[in-house]
């Protein structure tokens, strides 16, 4: 239903009402984002409702930030025409990358999930942590045993 035609008229050539021709004129747009949402999505199968609205919503989202980010910066690397996947990516680092900083500062993480934040922000002090962290020993830490590495596959034992 449109709100824009109030009266029964209709098209003469094709016999159709305005409101029909007014849509097929306009709808492009819509069949446009519905192929662009099902050539890459975040989709997955799932019987919650409410996680279909989500992802739905989250395909909306970041083919419109898509094309506001080509609008205001066309010369970028991610305005090209097949850089979907560079721009999804970067808006998930840009999103994620405050969460995994405060997670870094903790002390009680793991040294595996210490690694893998490392990793993920391509911190340069990954390596020198731990023999930091090790060369530091309280009473507790010296009397347990020392656990093996948890990065490298048991394969690598000697």
Not at 16 to 29: D, I, L, Q, R, W
Request: hydrophobic fraction near 35%; glycine fraction near 2%.
């Amino acid at each position: 239903m449109s709100t824009m035609h109030h009266d029964d008229s209709f098209d003469i050539e094709s016999r159709k009402p305005e409101m029909v021709m007014s849509y097929n004129a306009t709808k492009g747009g819509v069949d446009s984002m519905d192929q662009m949402c099902h050539a890459l999505t975040t989709k997955r199968k799932t019987n919650r409702w409410p996680m279909l609205l989500f992802y739905n919503l989250l395909d909306l989202a970041s083919i419109a930030s898509l094309v506001i980010w080509r609008k205001l910066n066309p010369d970028d690397k991610l305005s090209g025409e097949d850089d979907r996947v560079l721009f999804n990516l970067a808006i998930a680092k840009a999103l994620v990358l405050p969460q995994l900083e405060r997670r870094q500062a903790q002390t009680n993480l793991s040294r595996n999930l210490r690694y893998t934040i490392n990793t993920a922000l391509e911190d340069d002090t990954a390596k020198t942590r731990p023999a930091e962290e090790a060369s530091v020993s309280t009473d507790s830490t010296a009397t347990r045993k020392r656990g093996r590495c948890c990065i490298c596959r048991r394969q690598n034992d000697n």
